[in-house]
């Protein structure tokens, strides 16, 4: 799987949010100093967040101390959440979802394979919020994976 850079640019700037949330009693940040924080380019940023808001992630509040947050809690909002807001469908396979694709007999296992990957994906994915990001703790099951010093290795 390859995570886009939409996605972790929209990740990191609701990491943002949420430890504000937890912080300063949810300001709004603008999507400057959100950009500035974390490094990302303004106009990729301002469609991000539009993605988000279509998604009911976040909303923005206009006015001199406007910006945008949250618009429920971060424990809400899962790591699978935001990367289907942002970038669709967690596995794709030339656009279409897994169990949308049909082979023939001799390629049919690919299929189950696709939808398998998607699983395991989802196992992690849906596990992981965003208040799980902001504290820097991972739910236990996740955080037992990254401890296999194989994960750590490229292949």
Excluded at 11 to 20: D, F, G, P
Excluded at 59 to 77: E, I, P, Y
């Amino acid at each position: 799987m390859r995570v886009s850079a939409k996605a972790d640019y929209a990740l990191r700037a609701l990491i943002e949010m949420a430890a504000r949330a937890d912080d300063e009693g949810a300001r709004p940040v603008s999507a400057e100093e959100l950009g500035r924080l974390q490094d990302i380019p303004h106009n990729f940023l301002q469609a991000i967040l539009a993605d988000l808001r279509k998604a009911g992630i976040v909303h923005a509040q206009r006015g001199q101390s406007g910006g945008w947050k949250l618009a429920k809690a971060a424990g809400a909002v899962s790591v699978a959440d935001v990367i289907r807001a942002v970038d669709g469908p967690l596995v794709s396979v030339y656009g279409l979802r897994p169990e949308a694709v049909s082979y023939n007999e001799r390629a049919d296992a690919l299929q189950r394979v696709w939808i398998a990957a998607r699983h395991s994906l989802r196992d992690v994915f849906e596990q992981v919020s965003v208040a799980d990001l902001a504290s820097g703790t991972l739910p236990p099951d996740v955080a037992a994976l990254t401890e296999d010093e194989d994960a750590w290795q490229p292949h």
